[in-house]
């Protein structure tokens, strides 16, 4: 296990917490200009199976004085939404994480759209008490769905705990009508992640079923997370650190979400995983699995074994420092292709002008 003594810090914390800064965007500013981006690493790393449409993991990775951030932002994602990514791992490159309150954190398995046998094998071998099954892949989805739930029921027996999650593709009808199906495959789920785009559908949706609900995309996707009022909408809110900004951030949007959290990884490597593990140990309170089991969706990792964040018994550890990447992985897994290296570099040197710009207006 790791400890601050076994860490010492380099840097001092800088305490966001007690208030609103006044010069949060000199503070960045500042500290962004002691992080490496000139020699930001470039990374592809295929992923197992197809998930959440992606074939191939690409982010940047680089190093600042208090260690090691990943910046990977989803393609699609534009340079304002990039902006959060990039706040995490300038937090993590420029200062301590919050002192957490626990040192290891319950996981999830993520199941993604495969097959019943597969989806068994998937959360018998994770050694997770709790499975995430990603359902409404495609439209026509339910026969497939009830049989990868049924499946994972069996694997884990009837003390597991089961969860699925409708990446927001459902209408309210829809949703109601394939929650309590679900819900039956299942023998009881713990909640529906998502079922619906809208805030108000996950109100109506909650309102007709028995099932607790969870926002995920209502909360990352926010205009203002701060101000996502999800109350009456769901019992439980997934939060991701990566694209809010940051650990203290993260916290300040659990504490106005004022539900019990779910830490979901956004698919990083263990240096980004760090930050969402960070995160949820310094959770007041966790009742709930986390979804931080993502790296057995990629068929590799930055960091090399022993410090790559794989649940082990269901668990993974909570560190205090950014995990380093591994100098032969880095290799491995480098981008090659000329373009897509310049694609990420103009497209991290955009991003930092946003960030410094919503800095110093905040
Ligand atoms: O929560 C998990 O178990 C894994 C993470 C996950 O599902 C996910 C990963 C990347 C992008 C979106 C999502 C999602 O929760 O919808
Ligand atoms: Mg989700």
């Known amino acids: 296990m790791h400890s601050l003594a076994q860490h010492p810090r380099r840097f001092v914390a800088i305490d966001t917490e007690a208030g609103p800064p006044p010069n949060r965007g000199s503070r960045l500013v500042t500290n962004t200009a002691e992080i490496d981006f000139a020699n930001a690493h470039v990374y592809a790393i295929p992923m197992r199976t197809r998930f959440r449409g992606i074939t191939v993991r690409e982010g940047m990775v680089f190093e600042g004085p208090a260690g090691w951030g990943e910046f990977c932002p989803f393609p699609e994602y534009d340079d304002e939404e990039a902006a959060g990514w990039l706040a995490t791992a300038v937090e993590q490159c420029t200062t301590e994480w919050p002192t957490p309150v626990r040192d290891r954190i319950p996981i999830n398995c993520t199941i993604p759209a495969v097959g019943p046998e597969r989806a068994h094998q998937i959360a018998s071998g994770s050694g997770c008490r709790t499975a995430k099954i990603k359902v409404a892949d495609h439209p026509d989805s339910l026969a497939e769905d009830l049989a990868r739930v049924a499946a994972v029921r069996d694997a884990l027996g009837p003390g597991g705990a089961i969860r699925v999650d409708a990446n927001a593709v459902w209408d309210v009808d829809q949703a109601v009508t394939a929650i309590a199906s679900l819900d039956k495959a299942a023998d ?86 760090g930050a969402q593990l960070a995160l949820a140990g310094a959770l007041p309170t966790l009742d709930l ?24 018994d269901g668990f993974l550890p909570v560190p205090h420092t950014p995990r380093v990447p591994d100098p032969a992985l880095l290799a491995a897994y480098a981008v090659t292709d000329p373009d897509r290296v310049v694609w990420w570099r103009d497209r991290l040197r955009r991003v930092r002008a946003v960030l410094a710009n919503q800095s110093i207006m905040d």
């Not at 699995?289 to 082990?312: H, I, K, Q």
């Open 188 to 273: 009881g789920l713990e909640y529906v992640e998502q079922p619906c785009r809208i805030i108000e559908e996950l109100a109506q949706v909650r309102r007709r079923v028995s099932v607790r609900i969870a926002a995920d995309e209502s909360i990352r996707r926010a205009a203002d997370p701060l101000r996502v009022a999800v109350a009456g909408a769901a019992d439980v809110a997934v939060l991701k650190c990566t694209p809010l900004g940051g650990v203290r951030r993260a916290l300040r949007v659990a504490e106005a979400a004022g539900l019990p959290c779910v830490i979901s990884s956004a698919l990083e490597t263990s240096v980004g995983l």
């Open 289 to 312: 699995a986390c979804g931080l089991g993502t790296l057995s969706l990629l068929t590799g990792d930055l960091v090399d074994e022993p410090e790559s964040l794989r649940p082990v």
